[in-house]
């Protein structure tokens, strides 16, 4: 079965630094491209980026640059979003989730089930 | 950066009634590269719809797509009590690729 497994909800202050996981299984890894998706609380969904794991080739969008790093470890399975430095703006919910086919002109065909993040002091 | 704007905002419809949704791009997206997807509360979404009409594994055939250049309308030919959820629209031929607001479709 493909799967994306993220890590568990996060609790944060402003200022700290963050990164979250995205473990994929039931396909090759290196060969489909990953993304990210913001929703903040009551709101509509949000693309980020993307990566190819299998050679780190990264796209954001321009809302996002700057603002977050997305990454990947291929020999582990599993692509990443961080943050430097965190603002209580931030909080929100998180989805990573794989394109349909290996060209980056695809649609999300496979979620994972989200990674809260909450930003509060 | 291409603009989707989704209409009505929510729908009320009873189960059994048709439920049409439009997606509105604010240029031509590319290749009908325009998908659907389902959310309900506290779930991600689903991919329903790819390629503007191309239903995706395991979609029921009830759940329709079509349209092309600017104007994409997913159809629920007849609603099930499971479907009563927001529907987002998503093209994937600009750069960057953008969602629409989303259309809640909600029990009258």
């Known amino acids: 079965e493909v799967q994306l497994v993220q890590s568990g909800a996060e609790v944060k202050k402003p200022g700290e630094s963050l990164k979250i996981s995205c473990k994929g299984s039931?396909?090759?890894?290196?060969?489909?491209?990953i993304g990210w998706v913001r929703q903040m609380p009551g709101k509509g969904l949000e693309w980020m980026g993307i990566?190819?794991?299998?050679?780190?080739?990264?796209r954001y969008s321009p809302s996002f640059q700057g603002q977050v790093t997305i990454s990947a470890d291929k020999s582990i399975n599993t692509a990443y979003l961080q943050w430097g430095s965190l603002k209580a703006s931030d909080t929100a919910m998180f989805y990573c989730?794989?394109?349909?086919?290996?060209?980056?002109?695809?649609?999300?065909?496979?979620w994972g089930q989200g990674t809260m993040v909450t930003v509060s002091s | 950066e291409i603009v989707l704007t989704q209409s009505p905002g929510t729908l009320s419809l009873s189960p059994g009634e048709r439920a049409t949704l439009s997606c509105r791009a604010s240029?031509?997206?590319?290749?009908?590269?325009l998908a659907w997807y389902q959310q309900k509360i506290g779930q991600a979404p689903r991919l329903l719809i790819y390629g503007a009409s191309s239903r995706a594994t395991g979609i029921p055939d009830r759940f329709s797509g079509s349209g092309s250049g600017t104007d994409f309308t997913l159809t629920i030919s007849r609603l099930e009590p499971e479907d009563f959820a927001v529907y987002y629209c998503q093209q994937y031929g600009g750069s960057p690729r953008t969602f629409g607001q989303g259309t809640k479709v909600e029990i009258k």
């Open positions: 990566i190819y794991p299998g050679d780190s080739d990264t």
């Open positions: 240029q031509s997206v590319s290749s009908s590269y």
């Open positions: 039931g396909y090759s890894f290196s060969t489909y491209w």
């Open positions: 989730a794989r394109l349909s086919s290996r060209g980056w002109s695809s649609a999300f065909d496979v």
